[in-house]
């Protein structure tokens, strides 16, 4: 059957949905995918903003609330963390009627099954209509001891609809957007997949990723759509929700 591009949405609709570090943020990776997920799955749709520009907004402001010395939250100030904690407080401020766990999709024993790994994240995407964030790392050795894991958002993967799923060929390449790149600039990132390398023959690797071939899926993270505004009303628009322009 040949390769098939699968995307979630359309291109210039996903990679709009690219919130970017601006500053003292080195560490939050994670919050910045996070946002771009709230943004695209609609649980910010009442934000008088365009797409790209919710998510920034929804970053900044929980950077603002980090930094607070009185936050609850202020230990994630700059630091590494997880996704689902900017979910936590999103549900938590707007949402606190209903229960996160409804939409919230992780595995905690995901690690002894990292070989599944695209085809979690398609049954994430076509099965619960959510919104993928994928911890990639790279573990050190010997001769290049810095091991490093780094957050971003998933957006689609280039199948063979031909092959089983366990044909370490079906899955060949996954489409990304990252808070690193270039600042301002939204843009939908491609990188080839490979089941395997010399390090773990059932992970799936990601090519020059970063500028290295050892990054691979190391975590996933979802959350669902949020539904109609007949199912879950949407809150009153906030004020103060701050914007980097």
């Given at each position: 059957?040949?390769?098939?591009?699968?995307?979630?949405?359309?291109?210039?609709?996903?990679?709009?949905?690219?919130?970017?570090?601006?500053?003292?943020?080195?560490?939050?990776?994670?919050?910045?995918?996070?946002?771009?997920?709230?943004?695209?799955?609609?649980?910010?749709?009442?934000?008088?903003?365009?797409?790209?520009?919710?998510?920034?907004?929804?970053?900044?402001?929980?950077?603002?609330?980090?930094?607070?010395?009185?936050?609850?939250?202020?230990?994630?100030?700059?630091?590494?963390?997880?996704?689902?904690?900017?979910?936590?407080?999103?549900?938590?401020?707007?949402?606190?009627?209903?229960?996160?766990?409804?939409?919230?999709?992780?595995?905690?024993?995901?690690?002894?099954?990292?070989?599944?790994?695209?085809?979690?994240?398609?049954d994430y995407f076509q099965e619960k209509k959510a919104g993928v964030v994928i911890q990639t790392t790279r573990m050190g050795n010997s001769d290049d001891p810095s091991g490093n894991s780094h957050y971003v958002t998933c957006w689609g993967f280039d199948?063979?609809?031909?092959?089983?799923?366990?044909?370490?060929?079906?899955?060949?390449?996954?489409?990304?957007?990252?808070?690193?790149?270039?600042?301002?600039?939204?843009?939908?990132?491609?990188?080839?997949?490979?089941?395997?390398?010399?390090?773990?023959?059932?992970?799936?690797?990601?090519?020059?990723?970063?500028?290295?071939?050892?990054?691979?899926?190391?975590?996933?993270?979802?959350?669902?759509?949020?539904?109609?505004?007949?199912?879950?009303?949407?809150?009153?628009?906030?004020?103060?929700?701050?914007?980097?322009?």
């Amino acid at each position: 059957m040949g390769i098939t591009k699968y995307l979630v949405d359309d291109e210039w609709v996903v990679k709009s949905h690219d919130a970017k570090k601006t500053g003292n943020d080195n560490n939050m990776c994670w919050a910045a995918a996070a946002s771009n997920i709230l943004a695209w799955t609609r649980w910010s749709s009442f934000i008088p903003r365009e797409p790209g520009q919710s998510a920034q907004a929804i970053f900044e402001t929980f950077k603002e609330e980090v930094k607070k010395e009185d936050s609850d939250l202020h230990f994630l100030n700059n630091q590494m963390s997880t996704p689902n904690k900017v979910w936590e407080w999103w549900f938590d401020i707007h949402y606190h009627d209903i229960d996160l766990k409804n939409y919230y999709y992780h595995d905690p024993n995901f690690f002894g099954y990292r070989q599944e790994a695209l085809e979690r994240i398609r049954d994430y995407f076509q099965e619960k209509k959510a919104g993928v964030v994928i911890q990639t790392t790279r573990m050190g050795n010997s001769d290049d001891p810095s091991g490093n894991s780094h957050y971003v958002t998933c957006w689609g993967f280039d199948f063979d609809e031909s092959l089983d799923d366990d044909n370490p060929e079906k899955y060949s390449k996954i489409y990304i957007t990252d808070s690193d790149d270039t600042p301002s600039i939204p843009q939908l990132q491609d990188y080839i997949v490979t089941k395997g390398n010399g390090n773990n023959p059932n992970y799936w690797y990601l090519k020059k990723f970063l500028g290295k071939d050892d990054y691979f899926i190391a975590d996933i993270y979802a959350l669902g759509s949020k539904p109609s505004d007949d199912e879950v009303a949407a809150p009153d628009a906030p004020t103060g929700l701050s914007i980097t322009t």
